[in-house]
């Protein structure tokens, strides 16, 4: 298979430029894809038409107004697309994130002193900002009223960053959604990884909770361990009821098991994406490229939004697999780069 970045950009997101990267494409008939009619259609369906008025060109504009007077799923997404098998020579990487649910208070108290905060006004649209340390150790953020809450673990505000949403629960009972606010332009940094190096523990051994519970046991250490990370998110409050799921990059409501991050250098936001996960549990279905992820880059690397609360977050943390993802794409699309892939 011959590489052409040029014709991808032309073929698949006008003004996208490739000419740096080496890229290979394969387009398949559905009987190719394993599982595929097995899958509820309809379900993929319903999530998909939830974001394909997002879709500005011609084309997908066309086929979600198809999308939104069919009952037929399967015979839908058959007529219409071609899957499209795109890499660009990284590994594949299919994890797991969730919406984290923190129980938190409106106040500081001697238990709850972990501020989650909004962004401030001078945070710059572009470039790098204050890293993690310098906002944590130099006071930065203090004294400005930009605390929407707080919570009594510092670990559980970091992982909260690395998901970019979450649900907050007082202690009165009300609830409250927050959402991805903006960032300190920092690339992140795995602390997990950063424990592996230092030999504290082995890769496999590696998770949320066993991080949460060594800087428990090691708060000094531990406050070094997170400032490893130069990354740091800010959060805005969302209006967003409790029975539906948090906003992703296109401002619409996540559904479990069906909504998936993509990089969407390579993958058009909203487009349906055929997954075939590896790994203990394996996963094929269809799924909707509906958010992105500061980590989720490369061609054949993407997040599954696994649901709400602490349940979802166990399971979320055991996906690490690998096998293959394949973008649906418009027909005409899809044979453009047939044609020229065969010249």
């Known amino acids: 298979m011959k590489t052409w970045a040029a014709i991808f950009a032309l073929a698949l997101w006008a003004g996208q430029s490739w000419a740096d990267q080496e890229l290979t494409a394969r387009v398949l008939e559905f009987n190719e894809l394993t599982g595929w009619s097995q899958d509820d259609h309809n379900s993929a369906?319903?999530?998909?038409?939830?974001?394909?008025?997002?879709?500005k060109s011609a084309d997908w504009q066309s086929l979600c107004a198809i999308a939104q007077h069919t009952n037929d799923g399967k015979t839908f997404f058959e007529s219409f697309f071609k899957p499209v098998h795109i890499s660009d020579g990284s590994a594949p990487l299919f994890t797991g994130y969730f919406e984290p649910e923190l129980v938190v208070s409106r106040t500081k108290t001697s238990k709850y002193r972990h501020p989650i905060y909004r962004a401030p006004d001078d945070l710059p649209k572009t470039g790098k900002w204050f890293t993690r340390q310098q906002l944590n150790d130099q006071g930065i953020l203090t004294n400005r009223g930009l605390e929407i809450a707080w919570a009594s673990d510092p670990v559980d505000v970091f992982f909260l960053q690395i998901q970019g949403s979450g649900r907050l629960r007082f202690s009165d009972g009300e609830?409250?959604?927050?959402?991805?606010?903006?960032?300190?332009?920092?690339?992140?940094?795995?602390?997990?990884?950063?424990?592996?190096?230092?030999?504290?523990?082995?890769?496999?051994?590696?998770?949320?909770?066993?991080?949460?519970?060594?800087?428990?046991?090691?708060?000094?250490?531990?406050?070094?361990?997170?400032?490893?990370?130069?990354s740091f998110v800010f959060f805005r409050e969302l209006q967003v009821s409790h029975h539906k799921g948090p906003l992703g990059a296109m401002n619409r409501s996540l559904t479990p098991l069906r909504s998936i991050a993509i990089d969407p250098a390579f993958v058009p936001l909203g487009a349906p994406v055929w997954l075939d996960k590896s790994g203990e549990k394996p996963m094929r279905r269809l799924m909707i490229a509906q958010d992105t992820g500061s980590v989720?880059?490369?061609?054949?690397?993407?997040?599954?939004?696994?649901?709400?609360?602490?349940?979802?977050?166990?399971?979320?943390?055991?996906?690490?697999?690998?096998?293959?993802?394949y973008v649906l794409l418009p027909i005409k699309r899809a044979l453009t780069l047939l044609s020229e892939a065969r010249k």
Do not use: M
């Open 45 to 55: 369906l319903g999530v998909f038409t939830q974001t394909c008025p997002d879709l």
């Open 296 to 325: 989720i880059k490369g061609a054949q690397r993407a997040d599954i939004f696994i649901g709400s609360g602490k349940t979802a977050g166990k399971e979320a943390a055991k996906i690490k697999d690998t096998g293959s993802i």
């Open 175 to 230: 609830t409250l959604r927050i959402g991805y606010g903006g960032s300190n332009g920092h690339k992140y940094r795995s602390i997990g990884k950063e424990l592996v190096r230092r030999g504290v523990y082995q890769d496999h051994q590696v998770s949320a909770s066993v991080i949460k519970k060594w800087v428990g046991r090691n708060p000094s250490d531990g406050r070094a361990l997170l400032n490893h990370n130069p």
